[in-house]
């Protein structure tokens, strides 16, 4: 089983929808989690970090569900600059090592 | 500006050599990466540091070989075992366990 799985989309939306992800994980003793925003052919670029109690960053919120072992991107009104791979990565805090999503390509349409 | 920075960009290589990609962070983080991703695919690790003088293999370390002989630098041998090197090489670092992690802007290596 992999330590961090992601629905691959691709997720093609109008512009002003509302679309969510979500990522499962493996480790139930993970104590960090994070989603990062990665634009074709550059590096990852970190968009949150995801906190027990939940955040919101203006459109974007992100949860953490430890029961079910999830986290989820919630992101509003989407903009045509929101295109993109969305990645979870998630940091079970053993041997320093992150764990990465294959990531969830989101494509806005005017 | 605080950052990690990665040269070259982009490197072209033929079938048989090594080539070494270089990655400098100026954050203070203990920790260093090298990541490698394919077209389509997630990040896969390859080495990891957690201090100076000491590295571990990742997943996927066979073909590689790393070197931490300073807190800022992290280079990256890609050598002639590794049979399908044509990939996205990102560097990364972080303050330790629990920090995020923070990436360099990638080299891009392809093999002719």
């Known amino acids: 089983r992999k330590e961090v799985e992601q629905d691959p989309g691709p997720f093609n939306v109008p512009e002003g929808a509302t679309v969510a992800f979500n990522c499962t994980y493996s480790?139930?003793?993970?104590?960090?989690f994070f989603w990062y925003r990665q634009d074709c052919r550059k590096e990852p670029k970190l968009l949150m970090s995801?906190?027990?109690s939940g955040n919101e960053d203006g459109r974007f919120t992100a949860q953490l569900n430890r029961a079910s072992q999830y986290i989820s991107l919630l992101i509003r009104d989407s903009k045509l600059s929101d295109s993109a791979t969305y990645l979870c990565?998630?940091?079970?805090?053993?041997?320093?090592?992150?764990?990465f999503g294959t990531g969830t390509s989101l494509t806005v349409i005017p | 500006d605080g950052g990690i920075t990665q040269s070259p960009k982009y490197l072209f290589r033929k079938e048989g050599q090594n080539v070494t990609l270089s990655c400098e962070q100026n954050?203070?983080?203990?920790?260093m990466y090298w990541y490698r991703q394919d077209p389509g695919q997630g990040l896969r690790l390859i080495y990891y540091?957690?201090?100076?003088?000491?590295?571990q293999k990742g997943d996927i370390a066979e073909g590689y070989s790393v070197s931490r002989e300073k807190k800022e630098s992290f280079p990256l041998t890609v050598t002639s075992a590794q049979k399908n090197p044509t990939a996205f090489y990102l560097c990364?670092?972080?303050?330790?366990?629990?920090?995020?992690?923070?990436f360099g802007e990638g080299s891009r290596l392809t093999v002719l």
């Open positions: 990364a670092s972080s303050i330790g366990t629990a920090g995020e992690l923070f």
């Open positions: 480790n139930s003793a993970s104590q960090s």
């Open positions: 995801v906190y027990s």
């Open positions: 990565v998630v940091n079970p805090r053993t041997g320093n090592q992150f764990y």
């Open positions: 954050l203070n983080h203990d920790a």
């Open positions: 540091s957690q201090i100076v003088n000491d590295f």
